[in-house]
């Protein structure tokens, strides 16, 4: 038999997260996008196309992705150990962030726009084409509603 009921009891596991120093600067920041994410996720689509009812989705996404890279590499705002805790907490696309810091993609709007299997006849989306090389002045990416992101723009 078992000595005591202790013994047999699972350990209870918490979801308590250990916030890195200087995450509550930018805490209402997140917060504040997050519930701009949560409001287009619950969005009715009536009347939009299947693709246009993704756009507000990608464009918050690209937001505080931008906001966290600004933060980090541009301003030099907040630590590593936050920016490291942001990537992986999903606060930030860490693949996004890598192509930014690229030449030539500085303006990157999402990741399937450079992807050529994504695309007609095998190139990238219409909006990394640059203004003074369109035919059509006015255009909107299919996948994320970019008026585009050619870094010449």
């Known amino acids: 038999m078992l000595d005591s009921p202790v013994s047999i009891m699972p350990k209870v596991k918490t979801n308590r997260v250990k916030y890195p120093e200087g995450w509550e600067l930018i805490e209402p920041t997140i ?3 997050q519930a701009k994410m949560r409001e287009a996720e619950n969005d009715p689509h009536d009347g939009k196309r299947k693709c246009e009812t993704l756009w507000p989705i990608f464009k918050i996404a690209h937001q ?3 906001y966290i890279f600004d933060l980090y590499h541009r301003r030099k705002e907040i630590s590593r150990e936050l920016y490291e805790f942001c990537l992986d907490q999903g606060y ?3 693949n ?7 030449p030539g993609y500085e303006r990157l709007c999402c990741l399937r726009c450079m992807q050529p299997r994504d695309h007609n006849y095998q190139t990238t989306c219409v909006c990394r084409v640059p203004k003074h090389l369109r035919e059509e002045k ?4 299919v996948h994320c509603g970019c008026g585009g992101c050619a870094s010449g723009d």
């Open 64 to 66: 505080q992705s931008r």
């Open 138 to 141: 006015v255009i909107e990416c």
């Open 92 to 94: 930030a696309d860490r």
């Open 31 to 33: 917060l504040e996008l």
């Open 96 to 102: 996004l962030i890598a192509k930014w810091k690229k």
